[in-house]
């Protein structure tokens, strides 16, 4: 017996998550807020999520994931069971009660659908294959000659951000008169170029931005909303992105943003409809960032603004819905080509 509903396959075990999610929070978001919304469908639409992980119960995002509707089980690789909700014990169990380990392999051989699949590891008719970006092709300085060959090769076979532009305007705009202020959340080690930091540090002291810029590394998901819902504006100044969710972010609380002129930027920000308050500035370009925060800078207020985020909110659950379902789509009609 295996769930009506279709199942989607997570696997969230090495080298998967080492490889892919390692000082790359944003990449744990993502998978969490996928699971959220497909646990927001109604019961007969939403899909069944099966967690793989080697893990245990130990790691952080399978458990955390756990307690979202949509994902009903948490396995080894191997097929042992981990954590099964009620609702799909039916389906894996034998009749004595035990877990039988060929429905759980029927079970994992019938999912609809395989993601977040970042390695050329999986039946290739089922796997959703996700490339973040393509930096190892544009700073190849930031990459060892191993990894820029293992990205190339996966990518072929499945076929971070620019903080010193932002500094570099916030200096303009001081000399101009204008005291704004930035604050930076972030994890403060990049694997790829540790010496970042300190090369920011330095350049926020040499040219005495201490007063203007605040590094607070790392903060809780509820003190990063409250930091987005109080800024008077937020800046993301990427240079690569996927899909951002800094900008996701900015459009569910309604607050004003600058970004980078990216095409994924500008599908993100048309999906935020005519009323919100986007502006763009070519990428590594501190004069013309500086130039949109000083044009806008009389209509700038600090937060909250309770009519926005009710407007911004409403938008949000119409998008989360509609993503959701057509992620589902996706998965049913890799499911029927199968």
Not at 16 to 31: D, I, K, L, Q, S
Request: proline share 9%.
């Amino acid at each position: 017996m295996t769930p009506r509903r279709p199942t989607l396959l997570m696997p969230l075990f090495l080298p998967n998550v080492e490889v892919a999610f390692r000082g790359w929070m944003g990449g744990a978001v993502y998978v969490q807020n996928l699971a959220t919304v497909l646990s927001q469908l109604p019961e007969d639409e939403r899909p069944r999520i099966v967690i793989l992980t080697d893990g245990g119960l130990d790691a952080a995002l399978p458990r955390t994931l756990f307690n979202l509707a949509a994902v009903e089980g948490i396995f080894e690789p191997s097929g042992k069971p981990l954590a099964v909700k009620p609702a799909l014990a039916p389906y894996i169990l034998a009749a004595d009660g035990e877990p039988d380990p060929a429905r759980i392999t029927a079970l994992f051989d019938e999912a609809a659908a395989i993601f977040p699949v970042l390695r050329s590891m999986f039946n290739p008719n089922k796997a959703l294959h996700w490339i973040p970006d393509f930096q190892h092709r544009h700073l190849p300085g930031m990459f060892d000659a191993e990894e820029i060959k293992q990205r190339n090769s996966e990518f072929r076979i499945m076929t971070h951000k620019d903080h010193l532009t932002l500094f570099r305007a916030v200096a303009l705009l001081r000399d101009r008169g204008i005291p704004a202020v930035v604050a930076c959340t972030g994890r403060a080690i990049d694997v790829r170029h540790p010496a970042y930091t300190d090369e920011l540090n330095a350049f926020i002291a040499d040219n005495g931005l201490q007063d203007h810029v605040k590094l607070l590394g790392v903060v809780a998901p509820d003190i990063l909303l409250n930091l987005f819902r109080h800024a008077a504006a937020i800046v993301q100044p990427s240079l690569f992105e996927g899909w951002s969710t800094v900008v996701e972010d900015a459009k569910a609380m309604g607050r004003p943003l600058f970004l980078t002129d990216l095409p994924v930027h500008r599908e993100q920000a048309a999906e935020a409809g005519p009323n919100a308050a986007f502006h763009f500035y070519p990428p590594g370009d501190a004069a013309a960032l500086a130039g949109a925060i000083a044009g806008a800078w009389s209509s700038l207020a600090p937060g909250p603004d309770p009519t926005a985020e009710a407007r911004a909110e409403t938008a949000r659950r119409l998008r989360a819905q509609t993503s959701a379902r057509a992620f589902v789509h996706i998965m049913r009609d890799m499911q029927a080509q199968s």
